[in-house]
């Protein structure tokens, strides 16, 4: 059974920086692209960011130069560095493995979610 389990949201002020972790069981992601997306209230689900097998990186223009997505492939783990964290920020942050079509879009794989509070 695949399962993603992402840790590290919380409530933090503008302008800290909090890592988010997402650890993967049940198979190894090791060649697999890994994204992050987030969804406010209200709002839909939107990307964040997204690292291929190779490590190629791509970001949402809002988070760019403020977030890093990386990886760590012997714990099967993909990680998300978020700088200079603002208000718009807050959201329900998920991982997600295996996309279906574009590394932006759908994917096979869903963790459950973590919050993201940033207070002005």
């Known amino acids: 059974q695949v399962q993603l389990v992402e840790s590290g949201g919380g409530l933090v002020q503008a302008g800290d920086s909090l890592r988010l972790s997402c650890a993967a069981s049940g198979r190894t992601f090791s060649s697999s692209t890994m994204g992050w997306f987030r969804q406010a209230p209200g709002k839909e689900r939107r990307f964040v960011a997204a690292?291929?097998?190779?490590?190629?990186?791509y970001y949402a223009d809002s988070v760019k130069g403020r977030f890093t997505i990386s990886r760590d492939r012997a714990k099967n783990t993909v990680y998300l560095q978020m700088n200079s964290l603002k208000p718009e920020d807050t959201a329900v942050y998920y991982c997600a493995a295996d996309p279906k079509g574009s590394y932006a879009q759908e994917y096979d794989y869903w963790g459950q979610g973590t919050q993201v509070t940033v207070s002005s």
């Open positions: 690292i291929s097998w190779s490590g190629r990186t």
